[in-house]
Antibody
Framework: QVQLKESGPGLVQPSQTLSLTCTVA????????VHWVRQPPGKGLEWMGV???????RYNSALKSRLSISKDTSKSQVFLKMNSLQTEDTATYYC???????????WGQGASVTVSS | EIVLTQSPTTMAASPGEKVTITCRAS?????MHWYQQKPGASPKPWIY???KLASGVPNRFSGSGSGTSYSLTISSMETEDTATYYC?????????FGGGTKLELK
């Protein structure tokens, strides 16, 4: 059964770094790409970036300077790090599996992150 | 970066009514994908590769389009279809989402 689950701190202080983990089950990170997508409260979905099965990455140009995605294939974990957080980074953060022609066929439950002092 | 514009932003439909949601891309794309999201839940894959229904999606849903214009259609609105629908494209190894269409019951 394919599963993804996000974990991380619910509260981050402004200017600090956000670290999130996506733990996957039912598939290998050597065979599938994984995306990060976020959604501010009451707003739409924003694609953040992807880590390919090969380990390469691609980021949303608006976030590129602050964002880093990596993985530990042996632990079936994908990591998101984003620095210089501001209140507008308050959102639910999702990881999702990538399939052929770019659709995301499985999503995690989401991790709610609030940026506040 | 390709921008996706969905219309309408919000709409209400009566049970049994036909519903069409449109997604227009700023440049031509090869495929369009759609997701359904209900409050407090993660997005669900709904239609992929423009016209294929994800597992469990009722066949009153359909998807079509090409180039810069795509649509999601519900042949006969049902209560359970109330949700927000997002389109999403893939190009140049990046992804973008439309702004969403909130579908309510009239």
């Amino acid at each position: 059964q394919v599963q993804l689950k996000e974990s991380g701190p619910g509260l981050v202080q402004p200017s600090q770094t956000l670290s999130l983990t996506c733990t996957v089950a039912g598939f290998s990170l050597t065979s599938y790409n994984v995306h990060w997508v976020r959604q501010p409260p009451g707003k739409g979905l924003e694609w953040m970036g992807v880590i390919w099965n090969t380990g390469g990455t691609r980021y949303n140009s608006a976030l590129k300077s602050r964002l880093s995605i990596s993985k530990d294939t042996s632990k079936s974990q994908v990591f998101l790090k984003m620095n210089s957080l501001q209140t507008e980074d308050t959102a639910t953060y999702y990881c999702a599996r990538d399939r052929e022609f770019g659709h995301m066929d499985a999503w995690g439950q989401g991790a709610s992150v609030t940026v506040s002092s | 970066e390709i921008v996706l514009t969905q219309s309408p932003t919000t709409m209400a439909a009566s049970p049994g009514e036909k519903v069409t949601i449109t997604c227009r891309a700023s440049s031509s794309v090869s495929y369009m994908h759609w997701y359904q999201q209900k409050p407090g839940a993660s997005p669900k894959p709904w239609i992929y590769d423009t016209s294929k229904l994800a597992s469990g999606v009722p066949n009153r849903f359909s998807g079509s389009g090409s180039g810069t214009s795509y649509s999601l259609t519900i042949s006969s609105m049902e209560t359970e279809d109330t949700a927000t629908y997002y389109c999403q494209q893939w190009s140049s190894n990046s992804r973008t989402f439309g702004g969403g269409t909130k579908l309510e019951l009239k």
